[in-house]
Protein backbone atom coordinates (compact mmCIF):
# COMPACT_ATOMS: atom_id res chain seq x y z
CA UNK A 1 0.00 0.00 0.00
CA UNK A 2 1.79 3.27 -1.03
CA UNK A 3 -0.08 6.87 -0.34
CA UNK A 4 0.24 10.37 -1.37
CA UNK A 5 2.72 12.16 0.58
CA UNK A 6 4.00 15.18 1.00
CA UNK A 7 7.29 14.79 -0.95
CA UNK A 8 7.80 17.16 -3.96
CA UNK A 9 4.98 19.91 -3.02
CA UNK A 10 5.29 23.32 -3.05
CA UNK A 11 3.15 24.42 0.57
CA UNK A 12 5.00 27.79 0.55
CA UNK A 13 1.81 30.13 1.28
CA UNK A 14 -0.36 27.39 0.72
CA UNK A 15 -3.58 26.95 3.37
CA UNK A 16 -3.12 23.32 4.90
CA UNK A 17 -6.20 21.70 6.39
CA UNK A 18 -4.16 18.87 8.61
CA UNK A 19 -6.41 16.27 10.60
CA UNK A 20 -4.67 15.12 13.88
CA UNK A 21 -5.77 12.84 16.72
CA UNK A 22 -5.76 15.03 19.92
CA UNK A 23 -7.94 12.95 21.65
CA UNK A 24 -5.89 12.53 24.57
CA UNK A 25 -7.03 12.51 28.63
CA UNK A 26 -7.39 15.35 30.19
CA UNK A 27 -8.03 16.07 33.97
CA UNK A 28 -8.65 19.32 36.08
CA UNK A 29 -8.12 21.06 32.48
CA UNK A 30 -4.79 19.79 32.01
CA UNK A 31 -3.04 17.34 29.58
CA UNK A 32 -1.82 14.49 31.82
CA UNK A 33 -0.42 12.42 28.61
CA UNK A 34 0.06 13.78 25.73
CA UNK A 35 1.86 10.91 23.33
CA UNK A 36 -0.68 11.47 20.53
CA UNK A 37 0.69 15.27 20.33
CA UNK A 38 4.26 14.49 20.22
CA UNK A 39 3.54 11.91 17.45
CA UNK A 40 2.46 14.75 15.48
CA UNK A 41 4.77 16.92 15.69
CA UNK A 42 7.23 16.01 13.04
CA UNK A 43 4.54 16.38 10.76
CA UNK A 44 3.66 19.98 11.75
CA UNK A 45 7.24 21.13 12.25
CA UNK A 46 7.33 19.99 8.42
CA UNK A 47 4.34 22.20 7.03
CA UNK A 48 5.49 25.15 9.21
CA UNK A 49 9.22 24.86 7.92
CA UNK A 50 7.92 24.82 4.28
CA UNK A 51 5.91 28.18 4.75
CA UNK A 52 2.59 26.42 4.77
CA UNK A 53 -0.09 28.29 7.11
CA UNK A 54 -1.91 25.55 8.76
CA UNK A 55 -5.19 24.96 10.83
CA UNK A 56 -5.42 21.38 12.70
CA UNK A 57 -8.74 20.23 12.46
CA UNK A 58 -9.17 17.30 15.52
CA UNK A 59 -11.77 15.93 17.85
CA UNK A 60 -12.13 15.53 21.55
CA UNK A 61 -14.85 12.78 23.15
CA UNK A 62 -17.97 12.29 22.55
CA UNK A 63 -19.85 15.81 22.37
CA UNK A 64 -22.86 13.62 20.20
CA UNK A 65 -22.44 17.16 17.81
CA UNK A 66 -23.33 19.71 20.05
CA UNK A 67 -21.28 22.48 21.12
CA UNK A 68 -20.30 21.13 24.89
CA UNK A 69 -17.50 23.18 26.26
CA UNK A 70 -16.22 19.99 28.18
CA UNK A 71 -15.15 18.62 25.15
CA UNK A 72 -13.40 21.82 24.25
CA UNK A 73 -9.61 21.60 22.46
CA UNK A 74 -8.74 25.16 24.72
CA UNK A 75 -6.44 22.60 26.73
CA UNK A 76 -4.66 21.19 23.75
CA UNK A 77 -4.14 24.61 22.61
CA UNK A 78 -2.56 25.83 25.31
CA UNK A 79 -0.19 22.78 25.70
CA UNK A 80 1.03 23.48 22.40
CA UNK A 81 1.32 27.35 22.40
CA UNK A 82 -0.92 27.82 19.50
CA UNK A 83 -4.00 30.18 19.04
CA UNK A 84 -7.89 28.70 18.95
CA UNK A 85 -10.19 29.29 16.71
CA UNK A 86 -13.52 29.12 18.74
CA UNK A 87 -15.33 27.85 15.55
CA UNK A 88 -14.15 25.18 13.11
CA UNK A 89 -16.35 26.71 10.00
CA UNK A 90 -15.29 30.40 11.10
CA UNK A 91 -12.59 31.30 8.74
CA UNK A 92 -12.07 34.53 8.87
CA UNK A 93 -8.25 34.01 10.46
CA UNK A 94 -7.15 32.67 7.22
CA UNK A 95 -6.50 36.43 5.73
CA UNK A 96 -4.62 37.19 9.20
CA UNK A 97 -2.24 33.74 8.91
CA UNK A 98 1.30 33.99 7.46
CA UNK A 99 3.87 31.60 6.16
CA UNK A 100 4.67 28.69 8.85
CA UNK A 101 2.18 29.47 11.06
CA UNK A 102 -0.47 26.84 12.60
CA UNK A 103 -3.65 27.43 14.64
CA UNK A 104 -5.86 24.71 15.95
CA UNK A 105 -9.60 24.79 15.57
CA UNK A 106 -12.55 23.88 17.97
CA UNK A 107 -13.67 20.24 18.59
CA UNK A 108 -15.15 19.42 15.32
CA UNK A 109 -17.33 16.81 16.89
CA UNK A 110 -19.35 19.82 17.85
CA UNK A 111 -21.11 19.72 14.48
CA UNK A 112 -22.82 16.39 13.96
CA UNK A 113 -22.17 16.44 10.01
CA UNK A 114 -18.83 15.48 11.18
CA UNK A 115 -19.65 11.89 11.92
CA UNK A 116 -22.48 11.61 9.73
CA UNK A 117 -19.99 13.21 7.10
CA UNK A 118 -22.56 15.08 5.66
CA UNK A 119 -21.53 16.75 1.87
CA UNK A 120 -22.55 19.72 2.96
CA UNK A 121 -20.35 20.61 6.05
CA UNK A 122 -17.33 18.68 4.51
CA UNK A 123 -17.72 21.11 1.82
CA UNK A 124 -18.27 23.87 4.40
CA UNK A 125 -15.15 22.56 6.40
CA UNK A 126 -12.83 22.61 3.55
CA UNK A 127 -13.73 25.53 2.09
CA UNK A 128 -10.47 28.00 2.00
CA UNK A 129 -8.16 25.64 2.05
CA UNK A 130 -5.54 24.52 -0.36
CA UNK A 131 -4.89 20.80 0.49
CA UNK A 132 -5.82 18.53 2.92
CA UNK A 133 -3.34 16.49 5.19
CA UNK A 134 -4.71 13.26 7.13
CA UNK A 135 -2.08 12.29 10.07
CA UNK A 136 -4.66 10.88 12.39
CA UNK A 137 -4.57 7.50 12.26
CA UNK A 138 -6.25 6.51 15.55
CA UNK A 139 -9.43 7.86 13.44
CA UNK A 140 -8.51 6.58 9.78
CA UNK A 141 -11.02 3.89 10.62
CA UNK A 142 -14.07 6.25 10.62
CA UNK A 143 -15.62 7.73 7.82
CA UNK A 144 -16.13 11.15 8.96
CA UNK A 145 -16.05 14.27 7.33
CA UNK A 146 -13.00 15.65 8.47
CA UNK A 147 -11.16 12.25 7.07
CA UNK A 148 -13.03 11.12 4.40
CA UNK A 149 -15.64 14.07 3.29
CA UNK A 150 -12.62 16.54 2.50
CA UNK A 151 -11.07 15.01 0.53
CA UNK A 152 -13.93 15.38 -2.07
CA UNK A 153 -13.10 18.89 -1.86
CA UNK A 154 -9.33 19.51 -1.67
CA UNK A 155 -6.30 18.00 -2.93
CA UNK A 156 -4.64 15.33 -0.25
CA UNK A 157 -2.16 13.86 0.92
CA UNK A 158 -0.91 11.53 3.84
CA UNK A 159 0.97 13.06 6.99
CA UNK A 160 4.68 11.98 8.41
CA UNK A 161 2.82 9.57 11.07
CA UNK A 162 0.01 8.19 9.10
CA UNK A 163 2.85 7.13 6.46
CA UNK A 164 5.15 5.83 9.15
CA UNK A 165 1.78 3.55 10.91
CA UNK A 166 0.95 2.14 7.75
CA UNK A 167 4.75 1.26 6.99
CA UNK A 168 5.76 -0.09 10.25
CA UNK A 169 2.30 -2.14 10.61
CA UNK A 170 2.38 -3.21 7.20
CA UNK A 171 5.92 -4.95 7.47
CA UNK A 172 5.19 -6.48 11.06
CA UNK A 173 1.75 -8.25 9.28
CA UNK A 174 3.59 -9.35 5.84
CA UNK A 175 7.11 -10.07 7.15
CA UNK A 176 8.05 -10.87 10.80
CA UNK A 177 10.12 -12.34 11.85
CA UNK A 178 9.19 -15.86 14.07
CA UNK A 179 8.43 -16.75 16.58
CA UNK A 180 5.78 -14.21 17.07
CA UNK A 181 3.65 -13.61 19.92
CA UNK A 182 0.36 -11.72 19.78
CA UNK A 183 -0.94 -10.80 23.16
CA UNK A 184 -4.41 -9.14 23.53
CA UNK A 185 -6.86 -8.33 26.22
CA UNK A 186 -8.88 -5.81 26.81
CA UNK A 187 -12.76 -6.11 28.05
CA UNK A 188 -14.70 -7.95 25.43
CA UNK A 189 -14.18 -11.05 23.05
CA UNK A 190 -16.99 -9.95 20.93
CA UNK A 191 -15.50 -6.66 19.56
CA UNK A 192 -12.28 -8.97 18.65
CA UNK A 193 -13.18 -12.39 17.00
CA UNK A 194 -11.70 -10.65 13.74
CA UNK A 195 -8.90 -9.34 15.29
CA UNK A 196 -7.75 -12.60 17.10
CA UNK A 197 -8.55 -14.69 14.05
CA UNK A 198 -6.05 -12.51 12.25
CA UNK A 199 -3.54 -12.69 15.02
CA UNK A 200 -3.77 -16.50 15.02
CA UNK A 201 -3.22 -17.08 11.43
CA UNK A 202 0.06 -15.18 11.60
CA UNK A 203 1.24 -15.59 15.15
CA UNK A 204 3.08 -19.06 16.63
CA UNK A 205 1.52 -18.10 19.97
CA UNK A 206 -1.53 -15.63 21.04
CA UNK A 207 -1.83 -14.89 24.57
CA UNK A 208 -5.55 -13.73 25.90
CA UNK A 209 -5.99 -11.90 29.24
CA UNK A 210 -7.94 -9.20 30.82
CA UNK A 211 -11.81 -9.54 31.05
CA UNK A 212 -11.60 -10.79 27.74
CA UNK A 213 -9.30 -13.91 28.71
CA UNK A 214 -11.88 -14.30 31.79
CA UNK A 215 -14.08 -15.40 29.30
CA UNK A 216 -11.59 -17.81 27.92
CA UNK A 217 -11.55 -18.97 31.34
CA UNK A 218 -15.35 -19.09 31.57
CA UNK A 219 -15.65 -20.70 28.15
CA UNK A 220 -13.30 -23.59 29.94
CA UNK A 221 -15.51 -24.04 33.18
CA UNK A 222 -13.04 -22.30 35.21
CA UNK A 223 -14.55 -20.00 37.96
CA UNK A 224 -14.67 -16.77 37.62
CA UNK A 225 -16.39 -15.31 40.37
CA UNK A 226 -18.09 -11.92 40.61
CA UNK A 227 -16.10 -10.49 37.71
CA UNK A 228 -16.50 -8.73 33.86
CA UNK A 229 -16.83 -11.27 31.29
CA UNK A 230 -19.09 -12.10 28.71
CA UNK A 231 -21.21 -15.32 29.49
CA UNK A 232 -22.95 -15.19 26.21
CA UNK A 233 -19.71 -15.32 24.16
CA UNK A 234 -18.57 -18.78 25.49
CA UNK A 235 -19.46 -20.40 22.06
CA UNK A 236 -17.00 -17.98 20.33
CA UNK A 237 -14.28 -18.21 22.65
CA UNK A 238 -14.35 -22.35 22.51
CA UNK A 239 -14.57 -21.65 18.04
CA UNK A 240 -11.59 -19.57 18.50
CA UNK A 241 -9.52 -22.06 20.43
CA UNK A 242 -9.98 -24.78 17.78
CA UNK A 243 -9.44 -22.18 15.34
CA UNK A 244 -6.43 -21.86 16.65
CA UNK A 245 -5.83 -25.45 17.14
CA UNK A 246 -6.09 -25.85 13.40
CA UNK A 247 -3.68 -22.80 12.69
CA UNK A 248 -1.19 -24.52 14.92
CA UNK A 249 -1.12 -21.66 17.15
CA UNK A 250 -0.81 -21.81 20.70
CA UNK A 251 -3.51 -19.90 22.86
CA UNK A 252 -2.98 -19.50 26.01
CA UNK A 253 -5.50 -18.29 28.67
CA UNK A 254 -5.12 -17.04 32.04
CA UNK A 255 -3.37 -19.01 35.10
CA UNK A 256 -4.31 -17.17 38.08
CA UNK A 257 -5.46 -13.46 38.65
CA UNK A 258 -5.51 -10.93 41.41
CA UNK A 259 -8.84 -10.52 42.98
CA UNK A 260 -10.33 -8.04 45.29
CA UNK A 261 -13.96 -7.86 47.46
CA UNK A 262 -15.26 -5.81 44.87
CA UNK A 263 -13.85 -3.71 41.79
CA UNK A 264 -12.40 -0.29 43.22
CA UNK A 265 -8.80 0.82 43.04
CA UNK A 266 -8.16 0.88 46.85
CA UNK A 267 -9.43 -3.04 47.08
CA UNK A 268 -7.10 -5.31 48.54
CA UNK A 269 -5.31 -7.60 46.78
CA UNK A 270 -5.09 -11.40 46.96
CA UNK A 271 -3.65 -13.54 43.99
CA UNK A 272 -5.83 -16.96 43.69
CA UNK A 273 -5.67 -20.08 41.36
CA UNK A 274 -8.34 -20.23 38.99
CA UNK A 275 -9.45 -23.35 40.63
CA UNK A 276 -9.65 -21.02 43.99
CA UNK A 277 -11.63 -17.99 43.04
CA UNK A 278 -15.00 -18.03 44.70
CA UNK A 279 -18.31 -16.72 43.59
CA UNK A 280 -17.55 -12.95 45.29
CA UNK A 281 -14.29 -12.23 44.40
CA UNK A 282 -13.94 -9.78 41.56
CA UNK A 283 -10.84 -10.62 39.25
CA UNK A 284 -8.60 -7.08 38.57
CA UNK A 285 -5.59 -7.99 37.32
CA UNK A 286 -3.34 -11.12 36.27
CA UNK A 287 -1.38 -13.10 38.44
CA UNK A 288 2.10 -13.53 39.50
CA UNK A 289 2.11 -17.33 37.75
CA UNK A 290 0.16 -15.84 34.86
CA UNK A 291 3.23 -12.90 34.63
CA UNK A 292 6.17 -15.34 34.86
CA UNK A 293 4.40 -17.42 31.92
CA UNK A 294 3.73 -14.19 29.86
CA UNK A 295 7.55 -13.20 30.68
CA UNK A 296 8.54 -16.58 29.53
CA UNK A 297 6.52 -16.47 26.70
CA UNK A 298 8.57 -12.80 25.60
CA UNK A 299 11.52 -13.99 26.26
CA UNK A 300 11.02 -16.52 23.52
CA UNK A 301 9.52 -14.79 20.92
CA UNK A 302 10.83 -12.55 18.25
CA UNK A 303 8.44 -10.43 17.35
CA UNK A 304 5.36 -9.36 20.00
CA UNK A 305 1.77 -7.39 19.30
CA UNK A 306 0.69 -6.28 22.54
CA UNK A 307 -2.54 -4.52 22.33
CA UNK A 308 -4.45 -4.15 25.53
CA UNK A 309 -3.69 -4.53 29.43
CA UNK A 310 -3.94 -7.84 31.46
CA UNK A 311 -5.58 -5.61 34.72
CA UNK A 312 -6.24 -1.86 35.92
CA UNK A 313 -3.43 -0.92 35.36
CA UNK A 314 -4.03 2.94 35.81
CA UNK A 315 -4.71 1.55 39.19
CA UNK A 316 -1.05 1.42 40.61
CA UNK A 317 0.77 0.05 42.12
CA UNK A 318 -1.95 -2.79 43.28
CA UNK A 319 -3.55 -3.69 40.05
CA UNK A 320 -0.88 -2.98 37.73
CA UNK A 321 1.37 -5.79 38.19
CA UNK A 322 0.45 -7.88 35.30
CA UNK A 323 0.34 -5.12 32.86
CA UNK A 324 3.78 -3.82 33.86
CA UNK A 325 5.72 -7.04 33.58
CA UNK A 326 4.52 -7.46 30.29
CA UNK A 327 5.51 -3.83 29.36
CA UNK A 328 9.04 -4.08 31.34
CA UNK A 329 9.81 -7.35 29.74
CA UNK A 330 8.71 -6.28 26.13
CA UNK A 331 10.86 -3.36 26.63
CA UNK A 332 14.04 -5.21 28.11
CA UNK A 333 14.19 -7.99 25.05
CA UNK A 334 14.01 -4.83 22.41
CA UNK A 335 16.37 -3.10 24.17
CA UNK A 336 18.91 -6.08 24.03
CA UNK A 337 18.25 -6.37 20.26
CA UNK A 338 16.05 -10.07 21.17
CA UNK A 339 13.16 -8.70 19.67
CA UNK A 340 10.92 -6.49 17.68
CA UNK A 341 7.59 -4.85 19.32
CA UNK A 342 4.82 -3.62 18.06
CA UNK A 343 2.13 -2.18 20.68
CA UNK A 344 -1.10 -0.12 20.01
CA UNK A 345 -4.37 1.35 22.24
CA UNK A 346 -4.50 3.98 24.34
CA UNK A 347 -4.70 2.09 27.66
CA UNK A 348 -1.69 0.04 26.65
CA UNK A 349 0.51 2.79 25.74
CA UNK A 350 -0.24 4.68 29.00
CA UNK A 351 1.10 1.57 30.77
CA UNK A 352 4.37 1.85 28.44
CA UNK A 353 4.48 5.33 29.55
CA UNK A 354 3.61 4.65 33.26
CA UNK A 355 6.40 2.44 33.31
CA UNK A 356 8.98 4.62 31.53
CA UNK A 357 9.87 2.18 28.68
CA UNK A 358 7.77 4.52 26.22
CA UNK A 359 11.17 4.64 24.56
CA UNK A 360 12.19 0.92 24.62
CA UNK A 361 9.75 -0.69 22.21
CA UNK A 362 10.36 -1.05 18.45
CA UNK A 363 6.88 1.12 17.30
CA UNK A 364 4.10 2.46 19.62
CA UNK A 365 1.26 3.03 17.86
CA UNK A 366 -1.57 5.76 18.02
CA UNK A 367 -4.05 3.68 16.92
CA UNK A 368 -6.75 1.65 18.99
CA UNK A 369 -9.69 0.54 16.69
CA UNK A 370 -7.62 1.94 13.79
CA UNK A 371 -4.76 -0.30 14.51
CA UNK A 372 -6.73 -3.56 15.26
CA UNK A 373 -9.17 -2.84 12.06
CA UNK A 374 -6.02 -2.52 10.30
CA UNK A 375 -4.36 -5.85 11.47
CA UNK A 376 -7.69 -7.59 11.14
CA UNK A 377 -7.15 -7.05 7.27
CA UNK A 378 -10.05 -4.04 7.23
CA UNK A 379 -10.75 -1.45 5.07
CA UNK A 380 -10.04 1.88 6.73
CA UNK A 381 -11.80 4.43 4.89
CA UNK A 382 -9.35 7.69 5.53
CA UNK A 383 -6.87 5.12 4.55
CA UNK A 384 -8.35 4.55 1.01
CA UNK A 385 -8.85 7.49 -0.05
CA UNK A 386 -5.21 8.66 0.04
CA UNK A 387 -4.20 5.43 -1.64
CA UNK A 388 -2.00 6.57 -4.98
Known amino acids: MKLRGLTGIDLRGKYV ?51 DMKYSLRPVAEYMHLPLIDDCLDKAFLSQMHDGDVVLLENVRFYAGEESNDPE ?40 LLQSEIENLTRIMEKPKHPVLSIVAGSKVS ?29 CGENVGNSLYEPDQK ?52 GPKTAARDIMEINRAATVIWNGTVGMAEWMPTWSFGSFAIARAIAENTRAGKLESIVGGGDTIACLDACGVMDDVTYASTGGGAFLEFIEGRELPAIKVLEE
Open 17 to 67: LLRDDFNVQIVDGKITEGFRIEKSMPTIDFLRAAGARVAIVSHLGRPKGAR
Open 121 to 160: FSKMLASGFDLFVNDAFAVSHRAHASTVGVTEYLSSYAGL
Open 191 to 219: TKIGVLRALIKMSDTVIVGGALGTTFNYA
Open 235 to 286: ENALEIMKFASENNCRLLIPLDKGVGPDFAPDAPRTDKDMADILPDDVIIDG
